[in-house]
């Protein structure tokens, strides 16, 4: 099965960087990803990590250390906007071979003016 | 037009009634999955299905059942609903191999009395 831990709540003020974490646990490991859901919407794929190192995505980057289990989702030049809950999600064994995701809790990111 | 659509969007239902929740997609994909999310609590994995003939409990099946009647939908039951099933139900898909990227419908918010 799988863990993951990620904060549940980060503050921060518009055009700043924030950085949410996330640790886990996998008895395999294929890919961390990040999601993006803004109150009473649908959660929206922000990127992916397969390797250790950075990916960066315009204003978004995220990073991954397999050996740390870790990885970290950056979010620079904050908006207003960026205002919403953020997921890791881990690919588990699903069945005949197949990967099926689970998520961590979310983490609410609260951007200030 | 959306490329994964849930109906109803909004369901409120007293206790043991029958509910189906229903998810349609365009996106061509073989995989579909239903979660359920509380607060706090991320987003769970109710059942998964690969393609039409392939239904697959997730980590959260019991008291629902799904089926799969085409490739491009897969309903959700709930067969006696009960209050600690309130929560707002999401529909997704993804393609085989790859990033296996998460693509989700709106969501149904639930209500149970």
């Not at chain 1, 999601?35 to 204003?59: I, K, W």
């Not at chain 2, 239903?34 to 099946?61: A, C, H, M, T």
């Not at chain 2, 085409?70 to 309903?75: G, I, L, M, P, R």
Request: charged share 20%; hydrophobic share 30%.
């Amino acid at each position: 099965g799988q863990s993951l831990e990620q904060p549940s709540e980060v503050t921060a003020v518009e055009g700043a960087i924030v950085q949410i974490n996330c640790t886990y646990q996998t008895s395999g490991f294929y890919g961390l990803s990040w999601y993006q859901q803004h109150d009473g919407g649908a959660p929206t794929f922000l990127s992916y990590n397969a390797l250790d190192g950075l990916e960066e995505t315009g204003r978004f980057s995220s990073f991954l250390s397999r050996s740390d289990s870790y990885g970290y989702l950056l979010l620079q030049e904050l908006q207003m906007k960026d205002s919403a809950s953020y997921f890791c999600a881990v690919r588990d064994q699903g069945v005949r071979g197949s990967y099926i995701p689970t998520f961590g809790r979310g983490t609410s990111l609260i951007v200030h003016p | 037009d959306a490329d994964v659509t849930q109906t109803p969007r909004n369901r409120i239902t007293k206790t043991g009634k029958r509910i189906m929740l229903e998810c349609s997609q365009t996106k061509g994909h073989d995989r579909m999955y239903w979660y359920r999310q509380d607060p706090g609590l991320g987003l769970r994995l109710i059942y998964y299905s690969f393609d039409v003939k392939d239904i697959n409990k997730g980590e959260i099946s019991d008291g629902y059942s799904v089926s799969r009647q085409a490739q491009a939908k897969f309903s959700l039951s709930l067969e006696s609903a009960i209050p600690n099933q309130t929560a707002l139900y999401f529909c997704a898909t993804s393609e085989v191999g790859g990033r296996e990227t998460q693509y989700f419908g709106p969501g149904t918010r639930l209500l149970v009395l």
